[in-house]
């Protein structure tokens, strides 16, 4: 895909690679178990073990029983999701520690008993099924909810179990903190991390944001996701020329920044698309998602769309002349984190989730007022090459870097050693180049 640049393949190809991505918010009610008797030993190990013990060693040393999931307020602590990258790139035990402390020089993580959350606790009791309605993206009590969590995996038992049943009550709220709750939670999955995975629950729960829309219109019905027949490259030209939807953006982010909700400038804009769903899932029914006509079984489905997903938010951070922009790197990691999720997910939910991803990732391009796609790559895709790859990864492991580079290679890096053969071998590469060679942007963020 997006290999070969004469005018009409590159024309065909853009259009099939440039898809959007959107996380899911959802508040409706949440699967809960009745009455919890107290235990506050609330360590994970002995539900799911990891492959390497060192990596879950380290992640246990640096989870949130020793930093608070944010830090200034509002900035999402992001060292398990380095740690995990790092250690998926080949780094080892003395490469992660490296990462470790260069991300503690770099960002003034803070303690549990911080003064700016001195209401919280490790060892809070977990909260009730009130308390859990009560507390849904409310933003606060993280340890109550992260303890609850820590007590309905012991009861489902397994990571699977948990998220089969958990994830589909909070996902349409993925966007929340730059989705990342989502983030957090599928790469704990991806390292079959107890503690991370239920850190990542607490999180969607603690600050949900959801995709709101009228679920009584039949317009709306799930069942016309995907089954477009417009291109994306289409959509995305109808996004950028929709000035009103942009002025409305604008407006309402100004009144959610003088609200009591704490956040930035990027999560106001998105969180302001999010509440009228009904205009983005508008544009996200015209998309034509081609896997959807190639599969029967419902669960290769819905694998095949979240590769689909996968693919096209790379090829708009990699083709966006936005070049290394945050927010869209944002958009790759959080669909690799929903791919990693959606195998255990019942179809149903699976797609639900998927479609409310595609809409918050629209609604992430527009917030960072919908950049042209034209930065195309430098290598051939019939010429990429494991040395290429040798050669990124030695780079971007010798450097003290930001996390969120490590994270886009090693992304881009996972897919490229699945699929090696595949026609998105040019834009793995070149997204992957992108990252490093370029300072991140934080495009339209005020």
Known sequence: MLAVYAFVRRLSCLRRTTRIYVSRLQTTKLVCSSNFKDNRQFTMSTVTSLGSSWLKEILEEQSTQNHYIEYRTFFSNHIAHGIIAIERLGGDQNRVKRFVDDYKNKVNLEPPNHPRHNDESTDADPATDDELH????????????????????????SLEEILRAEFPNLSRGLVCSAAHGLIHTGYGYSARCPTTVTEGLAYLHHSCKPLIFDEKNSDNDIS?????????????EELAKDEQLRIFMKEEAVKLSKSDWAS???????????????????????????????????????VAVADWLLNQSIAVYALSDMKNNFFLLHGVTAAWSLRQIIPVLKPADAVDALRTFTCALLAVYVSQECPALTNKPKVPQSDVTASDWTDVINEVLSRDTDEHIYKLVQVCHDLWREKDCSNMADIYLHAAQTSMDNDLSFGNVS
């Open 134 to 157: 009560k507390l849904l993206g409310q933003r606060k009590l993280f340890y109550k909810l992260r303890n609850r969590y820590i007590m309905k995996l012991k009861e489902y038992g």
């Open 264 to 302: 930035g400038g990027f999560q106001y804009k998105v969180a302001a698309l999010m509440s009228v769903g009904d205009n983005l899932l508008k544009y996200a029914y015209k998309i034509k998602v081609p896997v959807m006509e190639s599969f029967k079984d419902e669960a290769d489905l819905v």
């Open 224 to 236: 016309h996701f995907g089954k477009g027949d417009t291109d994306i490259l289409v959509i995305l």
